[in-house]
């Protein structure tokens, strides 16, 4: 289901009836998990944002703290057997929210950051390291402002044999998206446009999130650069083995957004890790607490999300924690932090799966 559906309300209303009440998206909503009413399970906001855009409830704190503790994990959508787009129908009311200007000061920031600087975190300072080459890279704002490992990642495709493209870019509008800013969102994607060659080649993408809207919004061919990794893995040599216990968190754009759950674990095993796997793995893994821009919204909530996921890694018996997704490494990395001093318990290592395979290849 494409974000652009349910801009109008009969769309909406029959998704809505699609919905039979059964409740078992509830089991699998990381914030009905958490706050365990009804209003907070995929279920209960599919019908509070019908009731807002229908014109049958008014809007308050609670209503609205509903929409937007959403992590967007489209968990529910996969659970759902009457295959109801919740999360869809979140963004429909995120954005009408948005119209009627209920915009909290972080959101308005970040909006007005993508609008100055082209990047979310509002640094004129941050670009990408400009290269020749014939395969269009798109760095993305969540690496932007990492220029090391950029670099790193960059170098490590030339000693794989890529000849990467990198150009002057600016955020693909994701972020803005998943918060309602419909028309912030629109300029942006003119604005990327015009800088960023969308034509035939594929594109490689560092950023799950970046991939998916690449895909569903500009109808751009791309991939992952796990895709491209597991496509070469046998030519990936490995000089220092990861020889640790770890477990892998799904990013959800990247698992259950874009199916790509093997080709990481495929390459954990080929730098020689031991993977164990935690109770919610591949599509059913947990969000990490970090999605659907709740972090300019409930950073408590995201917090308890992301220490229940470290403590899910925890009972694995890992010595590590290994994501693909740069949203998620931060995220887990405060999570591991939060529960490590409520424990006592050195905190669990948060590592990148990139990072991990840079180390490796030197
Ligand atoms: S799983 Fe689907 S049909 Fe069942 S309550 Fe949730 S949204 Fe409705
Ligand atoms: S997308 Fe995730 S957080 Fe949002 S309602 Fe569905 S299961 Fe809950």
Known sequence: MRFSEFHDIEALESELYT????GFCKQVCPVFVDEGWDTAAPRGRMTLAYGLLSGQLDVDDSVLDRLYQCTQCHDCARKCPSRAACPDVVLAGRREMVNRGHITTRQATLVDNVHRTGNIFGDPEAGVPSRQGTLPVFIGCQYISRPNSVKKIIRLLETLGVDPLV?????????????????????????LREQF????REI??????????????????????????DRTLDTIPVMTPVQTRVTYHDPCDLSRGAGIMDEPRRLLAHMGADIVEMKHHHDTSRCCGGGGGILTWDEALSLRMSVSRIEEARRTGAEMLVTACPTCEQNLKRGAQAEAEASGHPAMPVRHIMDLLIRAVR
């Open 197 to 200: 060659p969308m034509d035939d």
């Open 19 to 22: 919905c039979t009440m059964c």
């Open 204 to 229: 490689l993408t560092l950023c799950p999130s970046c991939l998916k809207q690449l895909r569903e919004v500009y109808g751009q061919s791309s991939m992952h650069i796990l895709q491209m990794l």
């Open 167 to 191: 150009m002057d870019e600016s955020c693909c509008g994701f972020p803005l998206r998943i918060l309602g800013f419909d028309e912030a969102e629109k300029e942006q994607q003119l604005r």
